[in-house]
């Protein structure tokens, strides 16, 4: 399957533009079979706390997000993506989007609004570490108590 994915993102690379590239990657990111976070369990913190800054600050705790001068940062130590991870030095950047799409969607359905997300370091393009730049916009008002829905309530 490795092979398989890393020939799929060669291509791409080679006979796909960039905006293309990004556009396709990105509608795989929230269905990755491999999510550190399942959508279930950011719902059932969503659900646990009183607001959405108690939510960021519990998200803060368990997983990979980070705040620094009042900005929200996703941040992986290491490329966890096994699709690519077992060959860093040879596999396309373009993965990269898949993770964008991922982390867009955990926002939205957690938030219960798009948020903005930026790619700002990965390690597949050679960096230290993989950054994604959490856009999150003031919560609109009133709302501090709104928690999305879950599938079935």
Do not use: A
């Not at 533009?17 to 369990?41: A, M, R, T, V, Y």
């Not at 996703?74 to 991922?102: A, E, W």
């Not at 790619?119 to 993989?130: A, F, M, P, R, S």
Request: charged share 30%; aromatic share 6%; with cysteine.
């Amino acid at each position: 399957m490795n092979h398989w994915i890393k020939e799929l993102l060669i291509n791409l690379d080679d006979h796909v533009d960039d905006i293309s590239k990004q556009k396709i990657l990105e509608k795989c990111g929230p269905h990755c079979p491999f999510s550190h976070l399942p959508n279930e369990k950011i719902l059932e913190l969503r659900h646990q706390s009183k607001n959405e800054e108690d939510f960021l600050d519990k998200l803060i705790d368990v997983w990979h997000l980070k705040k620094e001068n009042n900005q929200h940062y996703v941040v992986f130590d290491q490329c966890y993506c096994p699709l690519v991870n077992n060959d860093i030095q040879n596999s396309s950047k373009t993965m990269c989007y898949c993770t964008l799409g991922n982390l867009k969607h955990k926002f939205k359905i957690s938030l219960g609004r798009e948020v903005e997300v930026q790619i700002l370091k990965t390690v597949l393009n050679g960096d230290d570490e993989c950054r994604f730049k959490i856009g999150i916009s003031p919560e609109p008002e009133g709302g501090s108590n709104r928690v999305p829905k879950r599938d079935g309530d």
